[in-house]
């Protein structure tokens, strides 16, 4: 086979692999899309989120409809799914599993916890003590649990889609900077526009919306797309572009804590996901602003002034990427 016709087999696969990407992410977004009326920008940052293999937090006010849409997303793929109400209560093991002596057979077993899923719920997570926060850290990071020094695999895919209120403060711990860190991405639902909400009252008063999501993908189908995305190209004059973007937010004078290393990866892991879902086997510098501020603000924090100023960790975002300039390949 000559070079150029092997060239053209390659193209044509990786096509096809597109082509996947976007029909399956479709019936996704479909499928949430019945639950979720009028967030069609939510529901795909969290498709993003679950094709870069990263972690979503819902950060909103009650009622707008963070639990409803990780639910949602849960009943859109065939696969396991387990769901944690974070409570004050709630103990680390809870969550990671426990070795449990099994008389019958005089030795211990570990019992798995609900960490144990391809798809995490966790609701309010801000209501459990920094101890059981801190279980998800080796989780969500190196997916895999460590208890008594034996370490057990998570399943693939595996995401977390937690939910937090950013108002109530009585019997809530903040999420610690190492636990925000590990969230791909924060976004907030916001109210629905006045025609959402009246369809809402609609569909949602009849009957429980989650009863008409049925499975569109399977854990498999996922795998395989989340395999083809990370295969994207990403050029090296990209790769600077989002360097000197986490960068920027270290030296910014009204950041005390700007972007981890960590942020620059899942900006680039998000960024080939948003390619993918436009239909491009490259990634441009378009897709790496549009994540931008969902992908980078919640991990930074303000100085006094900043706070005093009213500024927000989004204005600092948006302003950096005003500043930092797009180098020529």
């Known amino acids: 086979m000559s070079a150029s016709a092997s060239a053209t087999v390659t193209a044509e696969v990786e096509q096809a692999d597109l082509d996947t990407v976007r029909a399956v ?17 939510a529901v795909r940052t969290a498709i993003i989120v679950l094709l870069a293999q990263g ?15 990780a639910k949602a997303l849960a009943r859109a793929i065939d696969c396991d799914v387990s769901r944690v109400q974070f409570t004050p209560d709630l103990l680390p093991s809870d969550i990671t599993g426990v070795n449990v002596y099994n008389q019958s057979q005089r030795a211990f077993e570990f019992r798995r916890g609900a960490i144990f899923a391809n798809l995490v719920v966790g609701d309010e997570i801000n209501r459990a003590s920094p101890k059981t926060q801190s279980a998800l850290l080796e989780c969500m990071e190196e997916q895999q649990v460590t208890v008594d020094g034996d370490s057990y ?3 693939l895919p595996f995401m977390v889609v937690a ?15 190492a636990q ?4 791909m991405a924060r976004i907030s639902l916001g109210y629905p526009g006045p025609s959402a909400e009246l369809d809402m009252l609609v569909t949602h008063g009849e009957a429980d919306p989650l009863s008409r999501i049925t499975p569109v993908t399977s854990a498999s189908s996922v795998r ?12 090296p004059s990209l790769r600077r572009y989002v360097v000197d973007l986490v960068g920027a937010t270290r030296q910014h004078p009204q950041l005390r804590l700007g972007a981890s290393p960590r942020a620059a990866l899942q900006l680039l892991r998000s960024s080939r996901a948003h390619a993918a879902l436009g239909g491009r086997d490259h990634v441009l510098p378009e897709d790496v602003q549009a994540l931008a501020p969902a992908i980078l603000s919640h991990r930074m924090l303000l100085t006094g002034e900043a706070q005093l100023s009213r500024r927000s960790a989004a204005d600092i975002v948006d302003e950096v990427l005003a500043k930092t300039p797009v180098r020529a390949a």
């Open 180 to 183: 925000r860190d590990r969230f």
């Open 153 to 155: 695999p998570l399943p």
């Open 25 to 41: 992410t479709a019936d996704i977004a479909q499928a949430v899309g019945i639950v979720i009326e009028g967030k069609p920008e």
């Open 163 to 177: 939910t937090q209120n950013p108002i109530e403060m009585e019997g809530t711990y903040p999420l610690p900077e």
């Open 224 to 235: 395989a797309v989340i395999a083809a995305v990370r295969r994207l190209h990403a050029s």
């Open 55 to 69: 972690h979503l937090l819902l950060e909103d006010v009650p009622g707008v409809g963070k639990t409803m849409l």
